[in-house]
């Protein structure tokens, strides 16, 4: 699909009503529309200009207002991907300045998805600023589009509407790390699309997983639900034509694609809520060598139990981590660690009987029992928690056994009130949502 016609700029404010999205869109390179403040305040000033004329000097035109009625209401980070984007661009040298023209696809540079992913945890880690016109000093565009540009390591800044030529669709239970998800809206290419790189499945029922996407304020890499947190169904998933196989040793997002790393993690779908295997019996072998002993009373076994959870969360909660970093499922950079005997052990509890680190929860039973369509004992459970917590507000009756509405903000105000915001207050239960409301 060609370009669009027209190019966007980023104004100096982020406003969105109306009079600016039409100035951003159709004057953007007029004098005007380079000029300093409020894009509707420029307007008004041509058209009172062009309406004292019109009338003449013994007329003067009419003082008009150009503060907006009313300031935009920022949404939530989660609901709609704040992401405009450019169109296609050359990369960009020292200053700025473009290093040569746009130039046709050449062919294509073969990589592997380990450094797809390396490439893509570059950005991460600085958190780049979002910009649909600024260039990093790597040549690529900061916005969604370029960010994956980026990361495949493209020859140019593409945008949504030809990323899909350097890729080939593949199914969603084909995706692995380094592929993408792209939604490109043809009727209006600025509502809505919006590209991320997959980084992993976070559980076995492939409801989230691993996004690295470039979106306000910066670059980000974070738990999200399949494909995105709107227009999901419009999300297609592609993987880059010139991917070649990893050397050995490699890894892609540390093994999240469900197959052994050089370490020997088998990935996260083999721990959690329903897990019953040899990992998880190795798992709590090497935390109990670590320190994490005490929270369990029997075992280690073959069976995910919540003794697993605290003493992978202790461990780590040991190495300084917090959030959903410390969610007490162990990730790749967990094991890592685990079963190279680096990093710091859990802490002896001294002066007094040993005790798990928090009140004892019931056992989370996954996220797929709290979803659009569920209808099962959980669902009845958690509703009589956020009564009995005083976040039942959204009940008109209730609660019960099917999953409505009422129990997602129910269990927003409840996530809110944690202190957590965009993708960690979806409305959601997770294994953390869920061990507070019970604790």
Wanted: overall charge positive.
């Amino acid at each position: 699909m060609e370009a669009p016609v027209f190019e966007e700029f980023d104004p100096a404010n982020d406003c969105d009503c109306p009079g600016c999205v039409l100035w951003r869109r159709v004057l953007p390179h007029s004098p005007a529309g380079r000029a300093t403040g409020h894009p509707a305040v420029r307007r008004t000033v041509v058209v009172a200009a062009a309406s004292a004329t019109a009338l003449g000097a013994g007329h003067a035109a009419p003082a008009l207002a150009g503060t907006p009625s009313a300031a935009p209401t920022a949404l939530p980070a989660a609901d709609e991907p704040q992401t405009p984007q450019g169109t296609k661009a050359p990369l960009h040298g020292p200053g700025g300045r473009p290093a040569g023209p746009v130039a046709a696809p050449e062919k294509l540079r073969e990589t592997t998805r380990a450094e797809i992913i390396r490439r893509a945890r570059t950005w991460v880690d600085a958190k780049v600023p979002y910009s649909m016109t600024a260039y990093w000093p790597d040549g690529y565009r900061q916005d969604c589009s370029g960010y994956v540009s980026m990361a495949w390591n493209l020859p140019r800044n593409e945008w949504t509407g030809s990323l899909g030529q350097y890729g080939e669709r593949i199914s969603k239970e084909e995706l692995q790390p380094g592929d993408i998800l792209l939604f490109h809206n043809p009727s209006d290419p600025q509502k809505g699309s919006h590209v991320t790189i997959f980084g992993g499945w976070t559980d076995y029922t492939h409801s989230y997983y691993i996004a690295y996407e470039q979106t306000r304020p910066h670059t980000r890499r974070q738990s999200t639900p399949y494909a995105y947190w709107s227009n999901s169904d419009r999300y297609l998933a592609y993987r880059y034509q010139g991917l070649t196989a990893g050397t050995p040793g490699a890894e892609p997002d540390a093994g999240e694609s469900g197959t052994p790393d050089a370490t020997g993690f088998p990935g996260r779908a083999y721990f959690g809520p329903g897990a019953h295997n040899k990992h998880v019996t190795r798992l709590g072998t090497l935390l109990v060598e670590r320190g994490a002993g005490r929270f369990y009373r029997s075992g280690p076994g073959p069976r995910w139990t919540d003794a697993d959870r605290r003493a992978t969360r202790a461990f780590q909660l040991a190495q300084g981590w917090r959030g959903a970093e410390a969610d007490g499922l162990p990730g790749p950079h967990t094991w890592r660690l685990l079963v190279s005997g680096r990093g710091n052990d859990v802490e002896a509890v001294t002066g007094g009987p040993a005790a798990p680190s928090s009140p004892r929860a019931p056992g989370f039973p996954g996220r797929a029992m709290f979803r659009p369509g569920a209808d099962n004992d959980h669902v009845t459970r958690l509703g009589r928690q956020l009564v009995k917590k005083g976040f039942g507000a959204h009940y008109t009756s209730g609660p019960g056994r099917r999953w409505s509405e009422a129990d997602r903000r129910n269990v927003e105000a409840f996530q809110r009130a944690q202190g957590w915001r965009g993708g960690a207050a979806d409305g959601y239960p997770g294994p953390e949502t869920w061990r507070r409301l019970f604790s």
